[in-house]
């Protein structure tokens, strides 16, 4: 494929990439970050692309890959990152008392509407909640991957019905 021929096939592309990245990362920056990151990989590994296969879903599996490495190596390396208007604030010397018990109070009523799930919903929800990948709650309820991601997603669209109805936003 030439260069050429490889901007056309990006640019008929370009829309879909952007949603995709930015549903991936949710944060419009970090989605164009994703964007270029993706096409530059493409750009270098074109020679990989095979004629006749999905050049789409080639670079939006690209984005996936690239979009998973950058998050295990964020993990790995567990470095907080501050914005920069948030260091005056970590830096002001100046004491504070805090007061949890407002947040105290939503996370019990949280945990409440949790206990008012089904079972089938709320244990793989509060599992992944915990950490677990979609994978590894799978693998510990033996059960189907598909499903466990249709019982989380259930299990958050009940709970945000709950909140909006409790007024918790």
Known sequence: ??????????NLINS?????????TRDLEDSRDLFQETVYKALK???KFRI???FKAWVLTLMRNTFINDYR???RSKVKTVAD??????????SAASNEGESNMAMQELMAMLEELDPKLSEPFW???QGLSYQEVADALETPLGTIKSRIFFAKKELQAKVLKAGLR
């Open 127 to 129: 599992m992944n909640y």
């Open 73 to 75: 190596r964020k993990k």
């Open 85 to 94: 208007d948030s260091i005056e604030m970590i830096t002001d010397t100046r």
């Open 1 to 10: 494929m030439s260069t050429n021929d490889f901007y056309t096939q990006i």
């Open 52 to 54: 006749g296969t999905n």
């Open 45 to 47: 590994n074109k020679d």
């Open 16 to 24: 879909p990439l952007h949603n995709f990245a930015l549903s991936l």
